[in-house]
């Protein structure tokens, strides 16, 4: 375990995810190349959200973001660290509704951010979770999706494909050989029309020219290292995520096509705005839209309803 993981539980919660929120760009720098391929304006989806470092930075750019993040203490420290147009959902994404098994290390709590509904060697502890598919929220004009769930992305892209083949948005997708194949990933995307980038250094590359299996296979004593490490030396990069583009499309700077939400004027908050966690109780029926419900005892108690002010 990394010395911030260790130290990560013992601290505030919020000053932890401003710590993320700081150092993510330089352990992920496609974070700070946002403007490369996330447009302003529209909807953007954060699946996995964790500490909520994507979530904080698609705030700026998008007219809405909805975050999808399963662990309940995340989804409810997401939610307080969020401006309102940001909709936390508490449950896991997958390509199907109803309950599923959340595995988190040994600790139980799922702040190192290695929760996943795919059981590792390094899962100890289990909680049942609501899951649903990203199609179920009927989300609209969606830019972009990013989903790093250690394992799932498969599911995830599965349960979200008509968002993905009407709405056509990036995709940030992260892929690592030693969680899984890299071969069912790429085999949608291309069959959904989609090409890979990936940024090894300051500029994108085809994933077409990069062998990611072989660079994460010479790199993978970095990925052991934790975030602040590699935040410290980012030059030790080890590239563990592909952006996704329509065919015809390349990454790089797009002029601004309409302000986004910091430099429009305020909204009426409405019903339908999310200024709370959203619960995912009852999700027997796959098209009905997500609401909040009250809080059922025991383990499925997962978050309860939270209004922002």
Known sequence: MTLAARLGPRLPGRLVAAVAAGL????EPELGRLADFCPPGGTAVDVGGWLGPWTRRLARRADRVVTIEPVPHLARLIASVT???VDV???AAAD???CATLW???????DRGVSSLVRRELHGAALDVPCLPLDSLAL???TFIKIDVDGGELAVLRGAARTIERELPAL???LETRIQPLAPVLDWTAAHGYHGWVLPHSHWTPLADFDLSAHQSRTSHVAEHGLLRRSLAPHRRYVNSVLFLPAGTCPGPRPDSHPGPSQSPPRTPSPHDAHNVQDIHDTHDTHAPVRDLPDPPGVHDHVPHERRH
Do not use: Q
């Open 96 to 98: 199907h509704s109803g």
């Open 89 to 91: 959902v508490s449950a």
């Open 140 to 142: 609209t004009s969606v």
């Open 104 to 110: 988190l290390p040994a600790d139980g709590r799922g």
């Open 83 to 85: 401006p309102a147009h």
């Open 24 to 27: 993510y760009p330089r352990f």
């Open 172 to 174: 940030f997708v992260e």
